[in-house]
């Protein structure tokens, strides 16, 4: 059974920098064709595609934010990590991770956690 | 980057009734296109992926067709636990995109 689970604050203040952290069973992110993406969704807003790793350590970022984040991993650990700087209010929303197991759909995805930026 | 846009926006129908919900992509994208269902306070669960595939174990009055710029993503028969909101998304190498969603509720 695959299942992620996202951690991290519940709040973080204007202009820190965010740091989450995606635990995953079920599979190994280094076998060929897996990645993990990050996907965000302000309250009562749309989903929003962040930042994605693949098994061979390729990293994509979303066009408009990819000045503000990395993504990395420990294949070890089985955890994926997003940062994301420079938080603003803007920036608060539900994160969650999601694999993809060698070919473009998001499946499954984690439970989500809630990050308030707010001073 | 490729834009999604979705109609409508959100609808309300009767248990039973068929439901359409379309899904435009700004350029081509083939078959790259699939389709979310979030229920309030839980992630998005995959239904239908490449346009027109069945996800295993998603009942079948579900179904998605299209190809290129324009999608439907259709619910032959609409029931209460089909209360939620649907996604569009399109894969446009190495950028994900998703539609805006339709908000589907019980008339």
């Known amino acids: 059974q695959v299942t992620l689970r996202e951690s991290g604050p519940a709040l973080v203040k204007p202009t820190q920098t965010l740091t989450l952290t995606c635990t995953f069973s079920g599979f190994s992110l280094s076998t060929s064709g897996m990645c993990v993406s990050w996907i965000r969704q302000p309250p009562g807003k749309a989903l929003e595609w962040l930042a994605r790793i693949d098994w061979d350590d390729d990293k994509y970022y979303s066009t408009s934010l990819k000045t503000r984040l990395t993504i990395s991993k420990d294949t070890s650990k089985n955890q994926v990590v997003l940062t994301m700087t420079n938080m603003d209010p803007v920036d608060t929303a539900t994160y969650y991770c999601?694999?993809?197991?060698?070919?473009?759909?998001?499946?499954?995805w984690g439970q989500g956690t809630l990050v308030t930026v707010s001073s | 980057d490729i834009q999604m846009t979705q109609s409508p926006s959100s609808l309300s129908a009767s248990v039973g009734d068929r439901v359409t919900i379309t899904c435009q992509a700004s350029?081509?994208?083939?078959?790259?296109l699939n389709w979310y269902q979030q229920k309030p306070g839980k992630a998005p669960k995959l239904l239908i992926y490449?346009?027109?595939n069945l996800e295993t174990g998603v009942p079948s009055r579900f179904s998605g067709s299209g190809s290129g710029t324009d999608f439907t993503f259709t619910i032959s028969s609409l029931q209460p636990e089909d209360i939620a909101t649907y996604y569009c998304q399109q894969y446009d190498n190495p950028v994900f995109t998703f539609g805006p969603g339709t908000k589907v509720d019980i008339k």
């Open positions: 999601a694999r993809m197991d060698g070919d473009y759909r998001f499946d499954p």
């Open positions: 350029q081509d994208i083939s078959n790259y």
């Open positions: 490449d346009a027109s």
